[in-house]
């Protein structure tokens, strides 16, 4: 059997179900109320403009339902769109993350809460390095309630030039956007401590 002391396998998958659980409780609390997906309609996207969104389009199953034992292929696609726009972006230009987030998302960074889309946009550009570079290891994407998306990435990421990379988890819950697009609704990030 397993248990807490194991080392660090358990902390990275500590962190990971905590975060999960985190989002999923915001998802049942608040995201199915946003914009709920209309029957003959189904999740896509485009990236454009420096913004994500996603754009509704008919399906002839008419709901956005598990097919396969898998996620739909949208979800998957925004998923994968989204994570890839996220670290390009904060990579290169930390500010340009702040039209993702609105006044009702939350960041948990580290333990800290942040509430709303200037005080996420201050933390993240307030971060003590100049630059840093994310390495995508994994990212799992799940369709949730009110046509949320749920996003896990693991990752190394290395500060200003270092050469010891840092692990590190990322959850997001994507919400849909009226009347188009999706916005970060929630965000927890944490190093992996081992």
Same mark, same amino acid.
């Given at each position: 059997?397993?248990?807490?002391?194991?080392? #660090?396998?358990?902390?990275?998958?500590?962190?990971?179900?905590?975060?999960?659980?985190? !989002?999923? $409780?915001?998802?049942?609390? +608040?995201?199915? =109320?946003?914009?709920?997906? /209309?029957? +003959?309609? #189904?999740?896509?996207?485009?990236? =454009?403009?420096?913004?994500? /969104?996603? $754009?509704?389009?008919?399906?002839?199953?008419?709901?956005?339902?598990? #097919? +396969?034992?898998?996620?739909?292929? *949208?979800?998957?696609?925004?998923?994968?769109?989204?994570?890839?726009?996220?670290?390009?972006? &904060? *990579?290169?230009n930390r500010a340009g993350?702040?039209?993702?987030?609105?006044?009702?998302?939350?960041?948990?960074?580290?333990?800290?809460? &942040?509430?709303?889309?200037?005080?996420?946009?201050? %933390? !993240?550009?307030?971060?003590?390095?100049?630059?840093? /570079?994310?390495?995508v290891l994994t990212a @799992?994407?799940?369709? /949730?309630? =009110?046509?949320?998306?749920?996003?896990?990435?693991?990752? %190394? $990421?290395?500060? @200003? +030039?270092? *050469?010891?990379?840092?692990?590190?988890?990322?959850?997001?819950? !994507?919400?849909? $956007?009226?009347?188009? =697009?999706?916005?970060?609704?929630? *965000?927890?990030? #944490?190093?992996?401590? &081992?």
């Open positions: 059997g397993s248990h807490l002391g194991q080392g #660090r396998t358990m902390n990275a998958w500590n962190v990971a179900v905590v975060a999960v659980l985190s !989002l999923m $409780l915001a998802a049942e609390a +608040g995201c199915a =109320g946003v914009l709920p997906l /209309s029957a +003959g309609h #189904r999740l896509g996207s485009h990236l =454009g403009q420096g913004q994500f /969104s996603g $754009l509704p389009a008919p399906v002839s199953s008419g709901h956005l339902g598990l #097919r +396969g034992g898998s996620a739909p292929a *949208d979800v998957q696609d925004v998923g994968k769109q989204f994570v890839g726009y996220y670290y390009q972006t &904060f *990579d290169s993350l702040a039209p993702l987030y609105q006044e009702v998302s939350c960041l948990t960074f580290e333990g800290e809460q &942040f509430m709303g889309q200037n005080a996420i946009s201050q %933390k !993240l550009t307030g971060l003590p390095f100049q630059t840093v /570079s994310h390495e @799992d994407y799940q369709p /949730s309630p =009110g046509g949320c998306i749920l996003v896990m990435v693991t990752g %190394k $990421l290395k500060v @200003d +030039g270092g *050469d010891n990379p840092m692990a590190f988890t990322q959850a997001f819950l !994507l919400a849909p $956007l009226q009347p188009q =697009g999706f916005f970060v609704q929630n *965000d927890v990030f #944490r190093l992996c401590t &081992f």
